[in-house]
């Protein structure tokens, strides 16, 4: 709170540099829509014309109402289970040991080949796009919290002690304070990849959603449509990295 | 307790094996008290179980055996109220500004608002943090983060002040500084002080009485009187006196470091020969 007034002038800066991005953005777009015709893509204005009148039709929102919740169910199941195995692993040294290197080998794997078994396990509805977002988000929060809880200094605990703490004060004082600023950046990650999840496994496979009104544009060839839902997607997905990462250079600031 | 504000009875303490390590008896049996209103040092060759002293003594350790008396009641394996300890790594916290450091022990015991502002911003401007009260302990060298982790311990107002090489990590010239600020709290509060380190003339500036530890397993093998007057500081090093206290100590300590020289030798070749 107090330092608010210090960083007034770097915030505006910020603004500024985020609205030439978004300029350039924008033009760029209209050059490549200009360039490659309306068989290719819609103009930024055209695009956003269409959206508008899409989400203004009632076939719309049972689609979204379908991404939505398979979304929220993923980025829940990653966050707490991530945050649960990330606190299991971290506090104890030697499985955390043992089972990072395991957790690190998931992330990089290429998740969309395993699709077909996760369609196997959990069929065509809502539940497999629900388990496929909650694998791609539950990596990233379980290592940055694993990291975040092991680090803990232990000196920090000690000090905690000599103050008369109880180990309930130490956890609530000093464990969640020193561990949020880490485990934001996982919930940050681990929900941009939640997402990316969910939208695979609609497109994939699936009779509903917006990535399932994406596939079916697709097939028809209806450009307008492809290029409003996309804006759309792109929207939520920016909007929300934009909040999480506000949140996360505030904490990361005073370390 | 008149003339004991803390005292060892035949404490001991013997770290259990681990793995392929035997067990390490590091401490004891030792059996010694610290003066109400002393300033106490503790000096040793290194591994000696200086530290782990410094633990038993707060109750952050319990010892396998023995007791440690703290005004007249046995340690029960907590840290009492009115102890006060100042580590050697820093422990300042860095999510909170200096200010809420210092305020963080007197918050979690419920001391109303006014009161903890009074203390910390006394405690602040004693140890010359006034003008840092909003920075991040980030934004600070080694020196005064030290200076903060001392503040939030001078705020809760201990009687017992533990201090475990605390300026070890400074250069020469910081440490010679923070010495004179410790002698300085030392008269001001009235505090009891112990203080283990590493430095002889530190020690012997300090100190009115100076615990001279063995190899390990650790035990006093001296306790030397400086008798320097309480209103001391470091232009005390230029006297004779002191060059002779300082020849006394290392004359007492250097074959306890050759010792300790040879267990660490040792250990390591022991290591290295159930490694082949």
């Given at each position: 709170m107090r330092s608010n007034e210090a960083i007034q002038p770097s915030v505006l800066l910020r603004w500024g540099d985020g609205l030439l991005v978004l300029l350039a953005i924008i033009a760029s777009w209209q050059a490549l829509a200009l360039w490659g015709g309306s068989d290719v893509m819609t103009t930024p204005i055209e695009t956003v014309r269409h959206a508008v009148q899409l989400t203004g039709q009632s076939r719309f929102w049972p689609h979204f109402r379908e991404t939505a919740t398979a979304y929220s169910v993923a980025a829940i199941v990653a966050v707490l289970g991530g945050l649960l195995m990330g606190i299991a692993l971290g506090a104890h040294r030697l499985t955390g040991e043992v089972f990072e290197p395991i957790f690190v080998a998931l992330y990089s794997i290429p998740k969309v080949t395993l699709y077909p078994v996760v369609l196997l396990l959990f069929g065509l509805g809502i539940e497999a796009k629900i388990a496929f977002g909650a694998m791609h988000g539950i990596i990233p929060v379980t290592i940055f919290t694993l990291n975040a809880v092991r680090q803990v200094n232990r000196t920090w605990?000690?000090?905690?002690?000599?103050?008369?703490?109880?180990?309930?004060?130490?956890?609530?004082?000093?464990?969640?304070?020193?561990?949020?600023?880490?485990i934001v950046s996982g919930i940050r990650i681990g929900l941009s990849l939640a997402l990316l999840g969910t939208m695979l496994?609609?497109?994939?496979?699936s009779k509903r959603g917006l990535g399932f009104l994406l596939m079916?544009?697709?097939?028809?060839?209806?450009?307008?449509?492809?290029?409003?839902?996309?804006l759309l997607i792109s929207i939520f997905a920016w909007a929300m990295n934009a909040a999480m990462l506000a949140i996360d250079r505030r904490l990361h600031q005073r370390i | 307790m008149t003339n004991e504000h803390v005292s060892f009875r035949d404490v001991e303490q013997v770290f259990p094996a681990r793995g392929k390590q035997d067990p390490v008896h590091a401490l004891g049996p030792i059996s010694f008290a610290i003066r109400p209103g002393e300033f106490f040092s503790v000096v040793g060759p290194s591994g000696c179980g200086k530290s782990t002293m410094l633990d038993v003594m707060s109750g952050l350790t319990r010892p396998t055996r023995?007791?440690?008396?703290?005004?007249?009641?046995?340690?029960?394996?907590?840290?009492?109220?009115?102890?006060?300890?100042?580590?050697?790594?820093?422990?300042?916290?860095?999510?909170?500004?200096?200010?809420?450091?210092?305020?963080?022990?007197?918050?979690?015991?419920?001391?109303?608002?006014?009161?903890?502002?009074?203390?910390?911003?006394?405690?602040?401007?004693?140890?010359?943090?006034?003008?840092?009260?909003?920075?991040?302990?980030?934004?600070?060298?080694g020196g005064m983060r030290q200076r903060v982790c001392i503040a939030r311990t001078l705020v809760m107002q201990p009687r017992l002040i533990l201090l475990d090489e605390p300026f070890g990590a400074l250069d020469q010239q910081t440490r010679l500084l923070m010495g004179d600020e410790l002698l300085r709290l030392w008269r001001e509060t009235g505090a009891t002080i112990m203080l283990?380190?590493?430095?002889?003339?530190?020690?012997?500036?300090?100190?009115?009485?100076?615990?001279?530890?063995?190899?390990?397993?650790?035990?006093?093998?001296?306790?030397?009187?400086?008798?320097?007057?309480?209103?001391?500081?470091?232009?005390?090093?230029?006297?004779?006196?002191?060059?002779?206290?300082?020849?006394?100590?290392?004359?007492?300590?250097?074959?306890?470091?050759m010792r300790a020289m040879g267990q660490h030798a040792a250990s390591r070749s022991s290591l290295a020969g159930k490694a082949a």
């Open positions: 605990l000690r000090a905690g002690r000599a103050m008369g703490l109880s180990p309930a004060q130490s956890i609530l004082h000093i464990v969640v304070p020193a561990t949020i600023p880490e496994g609609e497109l994939f496979a079916s544009a697709i097939d028809v060839h209806d450009v307008r449509t492809i290029m409003a839902i996309a | 023995g007791q440690v008396i703290f005004e007249g009641s046995p340690l029960d394996g907590t840290v009492p109220d009115g102890i006060g300890v100042v580590f050697q790594e820093d422990a300042s916290f860095p999510w909170l500004t200096v200010w809420d450091n210092v305020a963080f022990g007197l918050r979690r015991r419920g001391v109303d608002a006014a009161e903890i502002r009074r203390r910390v911003d006394y405690a602040l401007s004693f140890m010359g943090l006034a003008a840092f009260t909003k920075a991040y302990p980030s934004q600070l060298s283990i380190t590493h430095a002889l003339d530190e020690a012997n500036l300090l100190s009115d009485r100076i615990g001279v530890m063995s190899a390990r397993p650790g035990t006093f093998i001296s306790i030397v009187e400086t008798g320097w007057a309480k209103d001391r500081d470091s232009t005390l090093a230029e006297l004779p006196e002191f060059g002779a206290v300082s020849s006394r100590l290392w004359a007492l300590l250097r074959s306890e470091s």
